[in-house]
């Protein structure tokens, strides 16, 4: 069964733009949900997806947003963008809803110069 | 709000040495408890899990119990390899179904030298 796939591994941005990054989970699980990792701050949950819909969401601003297809593919998306959203950004998969066991994909390296 | 807490490191040990990474938490009710390791360059896998109190998880010659009385969810291993080398993250879930996703430590750099 393929893992967590996550496109495109690595991109560079300018302040002020906007990026879009994707997410195809494993077969048959239907929620996914989104992690920012760095440094300083360390892993942080963004918000998760169950059936197209968003289920919960972490402390990000409203600049920080995401959506699910009926595949369960999931992307987000990143607008106006900062220096500090320079980070490592995790999508896992699960079979059911909420703070299960999840399979995380290798992340996508977003740097905003 | 929940949160957990763990040693940073870097820790450095030789190998077959014994190795404990602590965890402690902090939650509201009875949460599930996970270990998780990052090797370079890749995601996080689960290494282990204990769902319940006084429950053990162990894989790959990894150990950890769930304490309830000391909130904690310790990672032992008796003898460490090269590959071990990795990053360790402890982890719970929130057993009011997940609201806030997993809550992870800030991660403990394991090196072990040959």
């Known amino acids: 069964k393929a893992g967590v796939t996550q496109t495109p591994r690595y991109l560079i941005k300018t302040r002020g733009q906007q990026v879009t990054l994707s997410c195809s989970p494993i077969?048959?699980?239907?929620?996914v949900s989104w992690y920012q990792q760095t440094p300083g701050q360390g892993l942080q949950f963004l918000f998760e997806?169950?059936?197209?819909?968003?289920?919960n969401k972490g402390n990000f601003p409203g600049r920080f947003s995401g959506r699910q297809f009926s595949n369960s593919r999931s992307e987000m998306n990143v607008s106006t963008l900062e220096l500090g959203d320079s980070a490592l950004y995790l999508c896992?998969?699960?079979?059911?809803f909420g703070a299960g066991e999840l399979f995380f994909g290798e992340g996508s390296r977003l740097t905003v110069l | 709000g929940n949160s957990v807490t763990q040693m940073e490191g870097p820790v450095t040990l030789s190998e077959e040495a014994f190795l404990t990474i602590n965890c402690t938490y902090t939650?509201?009710?009875?949460?599930?408890l996970f270990w998780y390791v990052q090797y370079p360059g890749e995601g996080l896998q689960l290494l282990l899990k204990?769902?319940?109190?006084?429950d053990k998880g162990s894989n790959k010659g990894f150990e950890a119990t769930y304490r309830k009385e000391t909130t904690s969810f310790h990672l032992e291993k008796g003898s460490v390899q090269v590959s071990d080398s990795a990053v360790y993250f402890c982890?719970?879930?929130?057993?009011?179904?997940?609201?806030?996703?997993?809550?992870f430590g800030k991660g403990t750099h394991l090196i072990i030298q040959p």
């Open positions: 896992a998969s699960s079979e059911g």
């Open positions: 077969s048959g699980h239907r929620s």
């Open positions: 997806y169950f059936s197209e819909t968003q289920r």
């Open positions: 939650a509201t009710g009875y949460p599930s």
């Open positions: 204990a769902t319940k109190a006084d």
């Open positions: 982890a719970l879930g929130d057993s009011g179904g997940g609201a806030d996703g997993l809550t």
